[in-house]
């Protein structure tokens, strides 16, 4: 038999070591079932190069919970693991364990054996990620994993790439894309969008003197000084109205709503006023003297320039900025890159060469300033890219690089998510939604080493070749009649094998593989199909696989897999590539502070899992809903988690401890069960539909909440507590609903706390294998009608209890009478219907309704003082317009509609003084269903109860201190005053029944003799001492 004290260290060790001998069938769980309809799944790979966080313990909760709800509805849910093993988080990484500092350093460490470093570094803490997917419950294959660095995969990569080259949207660019110069690669947009840090900077406004006025200068602002050197044009919006300013004896153009920003009143005067296009085509002298030979430094026109901040005139440099790329190819002005790989200005800048640009800002304010060329400078703080891997500052670069064109089929994006079903809601519309409709081209390639190799080959003659399968790439080799065919077992499909294969070309000289690998985003975003080896093999079980029934991951992938997913889904498949996405929040602090290692609040999940046990774990992830923050710390566990644990394990205990007493056997029909008993079932009911459709909509909080009121609320505090004096003897409808509904509850807890699930589970069917083998719960018969009554009796024992804590009398007291004013139906209904449940809850001898209590008065007045604090000059008015409605009307209206308004003017209960006068003998509580009194008149006869009811709970309380099993009795002693024996003498059997007293001696002093227990008794006015002694124990006695 379970214990009665919850121990989550003895209920998961138990449990995992039964799992042990059913490990066969808890791996068929994740497997596909050829019997069973399917519901695909698709797990995101982590990098197993770090050990994992807390962070992957809430998404892989979530996935968890739905993946086992779905297979408890009867559903094969084939789950299989994977990992991400390519890319920047590998390289870093590796260059980090040895000690390599640029890319240069990683070329003379040796290009194979930093990828065969990688390949190891890869699984480092492989065995760290399936101790913490073990212990945390999270069923799924790690046995046979996909892996994105396996030949099967990347050949289905390459497939996925040559289609996209054979629909146009695979090409080759010059641009100006995100970069890092510690890594030296491009980056993607879906990338950068992870890294942004808020950092504080020197902007600079310069001033560039027109060539043809020496006295005139043009004001130009940039938050990246380092940028200047590489100043080609200017840029002004031609519709805009500029102005020529005087100050001192020099002359200053921007635009004119600007001027006062940099000048201060009466420091300047307006020479005159121009439009932008007047400024079109003017030469102005260039910053620096290191391109004075360029066909440059004019003035040009572009819509995209603002007043919004600035001067209104924008500095260009088409290296280091998209839009200004742009600009000098309209304008066909001359391109200047003066930054090598690294991010350190080359020898074309003598002033900063070998310096790292972000590193050279100050130098170049200084140079500017001590050449009479800065007009001023401003701190600025603003949110700024990183590499989302090292943390580097990125820069926005000009190169070459292949891309995939996604603004091309944009519309078609935003279309089919209209198709998925997200968790939060708002996603859809809002963070994934926003970033499909601004969708930019994907930089694919990325300058490293340890990668799926982009599979292009090029030839001198400028023709190329996309590979989309080992084979073609056998057959297409150079020399290939000559060699053994090329497979997936005898070659390795990463650099540098790859990159010494050569192709024929049509043309007769040989093709080279373009050395870029490919961005790891596109690895992870290609599983659903690569995982298969589709289209190669597994055809079938891709086709019934894809598109996904459900995916779950933290609310960064937004913008990242779930992005990538959805892009080759939309072009390789023309369709979702997944239906239903759940989406994590943020990791928290109790503080609501986001959890990091410079604030030093990160929790590890080993260590929560041994002070407070997996399944509370579990479960706090389930308690916020989805995308919000998730708050970690002690308050959580403490007030919510544990007592709901706890109060569950006692449940089951108590309904345990009842089933084995009496022996259930034959459940009974549903006709014969009590009122009682048809409500607590409805509420099960109840709770099932809801938290059915709960977790269907990814509300997987709703779904606790829902359980955790039927435990807490319904069940242990109300049901028990209704049915305590039933559970003395045997009885079969009692021992059917308590069998009903803890049997449905482990069900429904199942997914959310496997541990604790599955010990009830088995304490209350031994021979099953696994409350995860079952099926999930059906919903049966609901009562709304009665689940309403019931829910105004328990408000009304709710108001009883307050008016008894206003009257200061325990509920052990009985009261002589409860009164409750009502106006509907449907409340005097239910006090009538439970009228025998209500007066032994409430411990009162009547309970009666009526709409009107007679010696009840209410007088309500407006309080003017609030009104005018409020409403202030506009008070006067208001408070005329509630006099002629009058207070009664004005209160009516705010207890039905919860305000009154008038012309906008928002009327509440503050407003109002309501004061209630009623006997002196009764005792006021409010309910939502009407007015409580309670009558506090004293009589003998209700304090003998009262001191009887105190006495037995006393007695009670020492059997427990004691440990004493129901089933043990004793002999009892109890010494009073006489006025009290008197009192007590008639209920002498009715102590010995409810304590389990053999032998009761009432008397004015304890009987001589061997107790094993005793304690002095003070209640109220009684005073007198009880001992026990246990029948049948022959030990410890005190004298």
């Known amino acids: 038999m379970a214990s009665n004290r919850y121990d989550f260290h003895h209920i998961e060790s138990t449990i995992e070591e039964h799992w042990k001998h059913i490990a066969p069938l808890i791996k068929h769980t994740t497997q596909y079932d050829e019997k069973k309809p399917v519901f695909s799944f698709l797990e995101g790979p982590p990098t197993a190069n770090a050990p994992p966080g807390l962070h992957h313990v809430e998404?892989?909760?979530?996935?968890?919970?739905y993946c086992r709800y779905k297979y408890m509805q009867g559903y094969s849910v084939p789950r299989k693991g994977g990992w991400d093993c390519h890319g920047l988080p590998v390289e870093v990484q590796v260059e980090k364990k040895l000690n390599l500092e640029s890319k240069k350093d990683v070329i003379n460490y040796g290009i194979k054996e930093f990828c065969d470093q990688c390949k190891t570094d890869i699984f480092t803490y492989i065995k760290d990620w399936e101790a913490m997917t073990r212990k945390l419950a999270y069923w799924i294959d790690l046995d046979d994993p996909y892996r994105t660095l396996d030949n099967s995969y990347i050949e289905s990569v390459w497939w996925s790439i040559k289609q996209l080259h054979e629909k146009g949207l695979l090409y080759e660019g010059h641009k100006v894309v995100p970069y890092c110069p510690r890594c030296e690669t491009p980056l993607s947009s879906h990338e950068v969008a992870l890294g942004y840090k808020d950092v504080t900077e020197d902007t600079v406004v310069v001033k560039l003197q027109d060539k043809d006025n020496d006295n005139r200068y043009y004001l130009a602002w940039t938050t990246t000084p380092w940028t200047l050197p590489a100043n080609v044009c200017l840029a002004v919006n031609p519709d805009v109205d500029y102005a020529v300013v005087k100050s001192g004896d020099k002359e200053y153009v921007l635009a004119k709503e600007l001027a006062k920003e940099y000048f201060e009143e009466g420091e300047f005067t307006v020479v005159k006023t121009i439009k932008g296009k007047e400024l079109l085509n003017k030469k102005y002298v260039p910053l620096f003297p290191y391109y004075d030979d360029k066909d440059a430094f004019v003035i040009v026109g572009e819509d995209y320039v603002t007043?919004?901040?600035?001067?209104?005139?924008?500095?260009?440099?088409?290296?280091?900025?998209?839009?200004?790329?742009?600009?000098?190819?309209?304008?066909?002005?001359?391109?200047?890159?003066?930054?090598?790989?690294?991010?350190?200005?080359?020898?074309?800048?003598?002033?900063?060469?070998?310096?790292?640009?972000?590193?050279?800002?100050?130098?170049?304010?200084?140079?500017?300033?001590?050449?009479?060329?800065?007009?001023?400078?401003?701190?600025?703080?603003?949110?700024?890219?990183h590499c989302w891997r090292c943390s580097t500052p990125l820069l926005y670069y000009a190169l070459v690089s292949w891309f995939v064109?996604?603004?091309?089929?944009?519309?078609?994006?935003?279309?089919?998510?209209?198709?998925?079903?997200?968790?939060?809601?708002?996603?859809?519309?809002?963070?994934?939604?926003?970033?499909?409709?601004?969708?930019?081209d994907w930089a694919l390639s990325r300058f490293k080493f340890w990668g799926t190799p982009l599979p292009v080959w090029r030839c001198e003659c400028g023709k190329i070749d996309v590979i989309g399968s080992v084979k073609e790439l056998s057959d297409k080799r150079a020399g290939a009649e000559l060699e053994d065919e090329l497979t997936l077992d005898n070659t390795d499909l990463h650099k540098p094998v790859v990159d010494k294969i050569k192709l024929k070309c049509t043309c007769g000289k040989e093709m080279t593989r373009i050395s870029h690998v490919i961005d790891c985003w596109y690895d992870s975003g290609a599983a659903p199909f690569a995982q298969y080896h589709y289209p190669f093999e597994n055809k079938e079980l891709f086709e019934e696989s894809f598109p996904y029934d459900f995916i779950s991951e933290a609310i960064d992938q937004t913008r990242g897999w779930f992005y990538t997913l959805h892009v080759l889904g939309t072009i390789l498949f023309e369709d979702v590539a997944y239906k239903r996405c759940f989406v994590g929040g943020l990791l928290c602090d109790e503080n609501g502070e986001k959890m990091s290692k410079s604030r030093g609040n990160i929790l590890q999940p080993n260590e929560l899992f041994e002070e407070y046990g997996v399944d509370a774990v579990r479960l706090v992830m389930c308690m916020y809903a989805l995308g919000e923050n998730v708050k970690f710390g002690r308050t959580v566990f403490n007030d919510v988690i544990n007592p709901f644990l706890r109060i569950l394990w006692n449940s089951h205990y108590y309904v345990h401890t009842y089933l084995k007493r009496f022996e259930y056997t034959e459940p009974v029909s549903q006709p014969d069960l009590n009122i009682e008993d048809q409500w607590i079932l409805s509420r099960l009911n109840s709770t099932i539909k809801e938290v059915g459709q709960s977790l269907d909509d990814g509300r997987y909080h709703a779904a606790f909440s829902a359980i955790q009121t039927l435990v807490e609320d319904n069940f242990s505090r109300t049901y028990i507590k209704l049915v305590r004096a039933r559970a003395q003897s045997k009885d079969a409808p009692l021992a059917y609903t308590f069998f009903t509904v803890m049997q449905q509850v482990v069900k429904l807890l199942g997914p959310f706390v496997p541990y604790v699930s599955d010990y009830?589970?088995?304490?209350?069917w031994p021979a099953q294998e696994s409350v995860h083998f079952d099926t999930w719960p059906k919903t049966g018969r609901i009562d709304e009608h009665l689940e309403?009554?019931?829910?105004?009796?328990?408000?009304?024992l709710s108001a009883i209890a307050y008016a008894r804590e206003q009257a200061k009398l325990g509920t052990r007291w009985?009261?002589?009478?409860?009164?409750?004013?009502?106006?509907?139906?449907?409340?005097?209904?239910?006090?009538?219907?439970?009228?025998?449940?209500?007066?032994?809850?409430?411990?009162?001898?009547?309970?009666?309704?009526?709409?009107?209590?007679?010696?009840?008065?209410?007088?309500?007045?407006?309080?003017?003082?609030?009104?005018?604090?409020?409403?202030?000059?506009?008070?006067?008015?208001?408070?005329?317009?509630l006099e002629t409605v009058g207070p009664e009307q004005v209160y009516q209206t705010i207890k039905k509609d919860g305000l009154?308004?008038?012309?906008?003017?928002?009327?509440?209960?503050?407003?109002?003084?309501?004061?209630?006068?009623?006997?002196?003998?009764?005792?006021?509580?409010?309910?939502?269903?009407?007015?409580?009194?309670?009558?506090?008149?004293?009589?003998?006869?209700?304090?003998?109860?009262?001191y009887l009811r105190e006495v037995i709970r006393r007695i009670q309380d020492v059997r427990k201190k004691l440990g004493l099993q129901k089933e043990q009795d004793i002999s009892l002693g109890i010494?009073?005053?006489?006025?009290?024996?008197?009192?007590?003498?008639?209920?002498?059997?009715?102590?010995?029944?409810?304590?389990?007293?053999?032998?009761?001696?009432?008397?004015?002093?304890l009987p001589m003799g061997k107790w094993h227990h005793r304690d002095t008794l003070s209640i109220k006015k009684l005073k007198g001492e009880l001992a026990v002694l246990i029948l049948g124990v022959e030990k410890d006695f005190i004298e």
């Open 975 to 1005: 010494a009073l005053e006489h006025d009290f024996l008197d009192m007590l003498q008639p209920f002498k059997k009715d102590i010995k029944e409810q304590v389990g007293a053999k032998e009761l001696s009432l008397d004015t002093s």
């Open 59 to 65: 998404v892989r909760v979530y996935k968890d919970v």
């Open 814 to 881: 009985p009261v002589k009478e409860v009164t409750v004013e009502v106006k509907d139906a449907v409340v005097s209904q239910a006090v009538h219907t439970f009228k025998d449940l209500l007066l032994s809850q409430a411990n009162v001898k009547s309970i009666e309704t009526v709409e009107q209590l007679p010696e009840v008065t209410q007088t309500i007045v407006f309080n003017t003082g609030t009104l005018q604090k409020e409403f202030k000059k506009d008070a006067p008015t208001i408070i005329k317009h």
């Open 900 to 946: 009154y308004e008038h012309e906008g003017r928002r009327i509440t209960m503050d407003f109002l003084t309501v004061t209630r006068t009623y006997p002196k003998h009764l005792v006021e509580a409010q309910s939502k269903y009407g007015y409580v009194y309670l009558d506090t008149t004293r009589t003998q006869e209700l304090d003998a109860e009262g």
């Open 788 to 796: 309403q009554q019931m829910d105004v009796v328990q408000d009304l």
């Open 307 to 385: 007043t919004e901040e600035g001067t209104g005139i924008v500095h260009q440099a088409p290296a280091f900025g998209e839009v200004d790329y742009e600009s000098i190819k309209r304008h066909e002005l001359p391109f200047i890159q003066n930054v090598t790989a690294d991010g350190t200005f080359d020898n074309t800048v003598p002033d900063f060469q070998g310096q790292f640009v972000k590193e050279a800002d100050p130098h170049i304010i200084e140079w500017l300033d001590a050449h009479g060329k800065l007009f001023s400078t401003k701190r600025f703080t603003h949110s700024y890219p």
């Open 760 to 764: 009830l589970y088995r304490q209350l």
């Open 405 to 440: 064109e996604v603004s091309k089929i944009r519309d078609k994006l935003v279309e089919l998510n209209n198709n998925i079903h997200w968790a939060p809601e708002h996603i859809k519309d809002g963070r994934f939604g926003k970033w499909l409709e601004g969708a930019k």
